[in-house]
């Protein structure tokens, strides 16, 4: 029996995850939460004969906390997105507080499920669900996420591209490290589980990383001002959502990728802190995954020169929006 729930159902993101997570045959029960809408999309959703029985609640009556309880893991894209020319940092304003609203319920009706925070700027976000956490006693680094698979799969996507073979980008693997915003973005393309082309030249190598750190810019051009990428990450999310289902399940040897509180595993933190050259709290990076959440952040394996320099450029954007987070909260309480 697993709980899913999803805050912020009924938006772009929304909808089309909860449909994914419906699909899931893992999953018993849908719980999900929006301040509009979520009773009609339950009611849609609640027809497909898969087994998971689907509940929407709204606001009042203590909606989120009806559809907190009993959830074992929780998916968050609530929250605005961008318009054109608009950073992940420029939301900050507005999803911080939605954040920290929604981790204050999760806190105190369902604090030992996994939380999959989706809401930008997810490299401040995440911090802002632990700073929330550790307010109301509850803080367990092993069971926080954000979930960077959107950057994964389109690494996966553009390699393909790039070696000419689109049919092959599922069983493509490309580790993304860092964060989940511009620069913070870092693939290790020289890990790639299919190697490059070894003439590339350097130039169409920086396009190739320009892309993967940017793509999302692609999409929010394209659309025009109606939004950000909402089928692509409901793809990424349903994904990622589906192996934290499979582990708490008990499934052994699961690994994603995903920016997780360092605190999750002091021993992979300490090897990754000696790899990069510097302390953080969050990162994003390969975890291994268990009943209770995060059992081990892996090494960053060995890095180019070019992949360092692209560190030595993330890394201190990545603290600042670190910081960003943790301010927000030591603020507000
Ligand atoms: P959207 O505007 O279509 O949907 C957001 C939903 O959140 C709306 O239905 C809205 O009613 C709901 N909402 C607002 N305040 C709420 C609250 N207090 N409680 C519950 N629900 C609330 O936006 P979209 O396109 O679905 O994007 C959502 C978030 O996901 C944005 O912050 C966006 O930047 C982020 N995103 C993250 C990605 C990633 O890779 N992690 C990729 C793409 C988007």
């Known amino acids: ?5 999803v805050l912020g159902a009924a938006g772009g993101i929304g909808q089309p995850l909860a449909l994914l997570l419906k699909c899931n045959l893992h999953i018993t029960e849908l719980g999900l939460y929006d301040i509009v809408n979520t009773p009609g999309v339950a ?29 074992d893991v929780v998916v968050i894209p609530a929250g605005v997105p961008r318009k054109p020319g608009m950073t992940r940092d420029d939301l900050f304003k507005i999803n911080a507080g939605i954040v920290k609203d929604l981790a204050t319920g999760i806190a105190t009706t369902a604090p030992k499920a996994m ?30 996420f954000g979930v960077t698979t959107l950057d994964v799969v389109r690494a996966s996507t553009f390699v393909a591209d790039v070696l000419g073979d689109v049919r092959m980008s599922k069983q493509i693997v490309v580790p993304v490290v860092g964060g989940h915003s511009g620069v913070t973005i870092v693939p290790l393309l ?23 750190q940017f793509g ?10 109606a939004g950000s990428a909402t089928l692509s990450m409901a793809y990424a999310g349903a994904e990622f959502a589906d192996k934290v289902v499979r582990a708490v399940k008990g499934e052994k040897g699961i690994n994603v990728p995903s920016y997780v509180p360092l605190a999750a595993d002091p021993a ?49 954007e990545l603290e600042k929006n670190i910081q960003t987070g943790v301010n927000y909260v030591a603020e507000a309480y």
């Open 115 to 144: 939380v999959l925070v989706i809401s930008n700027p997810v490299n401040s976000t995440v911090p802002i669900v632990a700073e929330v956490f550790k307010k109301h006693g509850v803080y367990d680094p092993k069971r926080i």
């Open 216 to 225: 999302g810019d692609e999409v929010v051009k394209a659309k025009d001002g």
């Open 268 to 316: 992979g933190a300490a090897q990754l802190t000696k790899d990069l050259g510097k302390e953080l709290e969050f990162f994003s990076n390969t975890v291994e995954l268990g009943t209770e959440g995060v059992v081990r952040i892996h090494p960053l394996g060995p890095v180019t020169d070019k992949e360092r320099e692209l560190l030595q450029t993330a890394l201190p």
């Open 190 to 212: 020289s890990q790639s589980s299919h190697p490059l082309p070894p003439n590339l030249s350097t130039s169409d190598y920086q396009k190739l990383v320009q892309r993967v």
């Open 1 to 5: 029996m697993v709980k899913a729930v």
């Open 43 to 71: 009611a849609d959703l609640s027809h497909i004969s898969t087994p998971a029985k689907v509940e929407g609640y709204l606001p009042p009556d203590d909606g989120l906390k009806k559809t907190l309880t009993g959830a």
